[in-house]
């Protein structure tokens, strides 16, 4: 009898120390959120799709195809193909095999130019197949701002730096 009143007492405080950890996380603030209804702001830094940034003055991408980026990328998923000459050198092709890409930022710190940029809070390139994950010049093109390591800076002073509207530059201006 006394065994017996022993283990239901036993039984009763694992309950009540099991109820007390439930309860304390009931009242504390939830660490998750409902995506994709609610969208957390990304680090400025965290590394997403590549994008080929804008000369903000002309428009004009800034890549000059040297293929600085292809030649240092470990998993070879760069390819381009430049045209013209000197300062008129530019990229007609250039395409981002994502199936291989490890997203190690190295293309991105290889660039002399400041012209390709992984800060771009992009992260979401599901697809049905392999060849969806492939990104031509097109794709890749960016339409307005994005923020890069040369860059920082433009984001943390929105007021005078023409960051487009929607884009992750502006989103994230608020928290640099
Ligand atoms: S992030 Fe790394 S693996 Fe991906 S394209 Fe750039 S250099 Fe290649
Ligand atoms: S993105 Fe930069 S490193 Fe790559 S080809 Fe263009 S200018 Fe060269």
Redesign the pocket.
Known sequence: MIGFACDVWAGLFTILGAMRVTLRHLFSHAVTVQYPTVRRTLPLRSLNRHV?TVDLGSGKL?????????KVCPTRC?A?V?AGKGKERH?VE?VIDHNLCMYCNL?VE????D??TMWTGNFEIGAFNRLGLVFDQTALHAEGFYPTPDTPALVAAPAQQPVAAGQPGAQDAATP
């Open positions: 080929l800034k890549c000059t195809a040297c293929d600085a980026c292809a760069i381009i430049g990229p250039f293309c290889a660039c002399p130019f012209a390709i």
